[in-house]
T-cell receptor
Framework: NAGVTQTPKFRVLKTGQSMTLLCAQD?????MYWYRQDPGMGLRLIHY???????AKGEVPDGYNVSRLKKQNFLLGLESAAPSQTSVYFC??????????????FGPGTRLTVT | EDQVTQSPEALRLQEGESSSLNCSYT??????LFWYRQDPGKGPEFLFT???AGEEKEKERLKATLTKKESFLHITAPKPEDSATYLC????????????FGTGTRLQVTL
C-alpha cells in the first residue's frame, strides 16, 4: 500500500496564478484533510471531508477550495495565489471518529512558493 | 478555543541520556491526544493515541502518558535515529476528527 500520496512535491507560482494539489489514499478511509504547516505556527486545518461529495471548512479556509468527487481523492485548489499562501501543504486521511484506530495518516507534503 | 503548548521548543541530548517532552492542553472535552514524529522534509508519522487520564503507551524507547492537563513523551536511552520533531495534537469531543496541533519539540540526539 502506498498510503497517502500527494502531487506535486514542489511548485513555484506567481501571484495571481491558480493551481490544484492532488491527494490520493489507498486505505479506504472515509475522512480526508488538508493542512498547512508554517514555521512557528504548527499544522493548521484548511478544509476537511467526512465522505465522498462532502467538504467542510477548517481553521484557515480563505483563499482555498476543495473537492471530494471520489472517496480516494481530495483536491485542494488555489484560485488566485498570494505570497501568504507560501507554505508546506499536507494531506491526511483517517477512519471516522468512534471507530478504533482513527488516527490520521499524512502524506509527504507539497512545498509551495508564491512569488 | 482548544490550545496545545509543547515544551521545550528544542532539546539536545547525548545518546543514552533519557528525558521527557511536555504537551499541555486545554480542550472542551478530550476525545483523544495524539503524538506524531516528523522528520525534516517529511509528513508527520503517527506514534500514539491516548484517550483518558492515566493511560500509557509504549513503543521501543518511547513512552507516552496522559493526565487531565498534559501529556509527556518519555524517551529512554535515545539514539541518534530518534532525532526528529515530535508533535502533539488533541481532538475535542464532537469535532469530526479535527485535530489541534502544537508547534512541536525539535529533538537532536548526538553521539
Amino acid at each position: 500500500n502506498a498510503g497517502v500520496t500527494q502531487t506535486p512535491k514542489f511548485r513555484v507560482l506567481k501571484t495571481g496564478q491558480s493551481m490544484t494539489l492532488l491527494c490520493a489514499q489507498d486505505m479506504n478511509h472515509e475522512y480526508m484533510y488538508w493542512y498547512r504547516q508554517d514555521p512557528g505556527m504548527g499544522l493548521r486545518l484548511i478544509h476537511y471531508s467526512v465522505g465522498e461529495g462532502t467538504t467542510a471548512k477548517g481553521e484557515v479556509p480563505d483563499g482555498y477550495n476543495v473537492s471530494r468527487l471520489k472517496k480516494q481523492n481530495f483536491l485542494l485548489g488555489l484560485e488566485s495565489a498570494a505570497p501568504s499562501q507560501t507554505s508546506v501543504y499536507f494531506c491526511a486521511s483517517s477512519l471516522p471518529t468512534g471507530i478504533e484506530n482513527y488516527e490520521q495518516y499524512f502524506g509527504p507534503g507539497t512545498r509551495l512558493t508564491v512569488t | 478555543e482548544d490550545q496545545v503548548t509543547q515544551s521545550p521548543e528544542a532539546l539536545r541530548l547525548q545518546e543514552g541520556e533519557s528525558s521527557s517532552l511536555n504537551c499541555s492542553y486545554t480542550v472542551s472535552g478530550l476525545r483523544g491526544l495524539f503524538w506524531y514524529r516528523q522528520d525534516p522534509g517529511k509528513g508527520p508519522e503517527f506514534l500514539f493515541t491516548l484517550y483518558s487520564a492515566g493511560e500509557e503507551k509504549e513503543k521501543e524507547r518511547l513512552k507516552a502518558t496522559l493526565t487531565k492537563k498534559e501529556s509527556f513523551l518519555h524517551i529512554t536511552a535515545p539514539k541518534p535515529e530518534d532525532s526528529a520533531t515530535y508533535l502533539c495534537a488533541v481532538q475535542a469531543d464532537g469535532t469530526a476528527s479535527k485535530l489541534t496541533f502544537g508547534t512541536g519539540t525539535r529533538l537532536q540526539v548526538t553521539l
